[in-house]
């Protein structure tokens, strides 16, 4: 059984990768010069959903890296992605990340690295 302050360690831990991993992308679409920072908030959304739905169905590079933008310019302006306009695919991506979980090692491997990551962090901290 896991106990309190596992779980708590492993909370931070993950909280920790999502939040360097938010503050990275938006960096880094500062950094290449904000394409999306003209659109109004209702057009930003309805970019945000269908790109979404693109990333989802074509799962390439280019269409990821359009939705991070995006996300990014979200987040630059303290607000919420739609995630309730694209709940079908929030679906399949959980699907598809719980297969992907369930192949050999996996766990261990993704839960490896977020491990590493938050401890080398926070040894850094220190």
Same mark, same amino acid.
């Given at each position: 059984?896991?106990?309190?302050?596992?779980?708590?360690?492993?909370?931070?831990?993950?909280?920790?990768?999502? +939040?360097?991993?938010?503050?990275?992308?938006?960096?880094?679409?500062? %950094?290449?010069?904000?394409?999306?920072? %003209?659109? %109004?908030?209702? +057009?930003?959304?309805?970019?945000?959903?269908?790109?979404?739905?693109?990333?989802?169905?074509?799962?390439?590079?280019?269409?990821?890296?359009?939705?991070?933008?995006?996300?990014? @310019?979200?987040?630059?302006?303290?607000?919420?992605?739609?995630?309730?306009?694209?709940? @079908?695919?929030?679906?399949?991506?959980?699907?598809?990340?719980?297969?992907?979980?369930?192949?050999?090692? +996996?766990?261990?491997?993704?839960? %490896?690295?977020?491990?590493?990551?938050?401890?080398?962090?926070?040894?850094?901290?220190?």
């Amino acid at each position: 059984m896991i106990e309190d302050d596992e779980l708590n360690f492993a909370n931070r831990a993950v909280e920790y990768v999502l +939040a360097k991993a938010r503050m990275e992308g938006v960096a880094a679409y500062v %950094g290449r010069g904000r394409n999306f920072s %003209g659109l %109004g908030n209702d +057009a930003l959304m309805a970019e945000w959903i269908e790109s979404f739905k693109r990333w989802v169905r074509d799962m390439t590079p280019e269409s990821r890296q359009v939705q991070n933008d995006l996300s990014a @310019e979200i987040e630059l302006r303290n607000l919420e992605p739609p995630l309730d306009q694209v709940t @079908e695919e929030w679906n399949i991506l959980k699907e598809r990340a719980q297969r992907a979980a369930e192949k050999p090692d +996996a766990a261990d491997k993704i839960g %490896g690295s977020i491990i590493a990551d938050y401890v080398d962090a926070k040894t850094r901290e220190n």
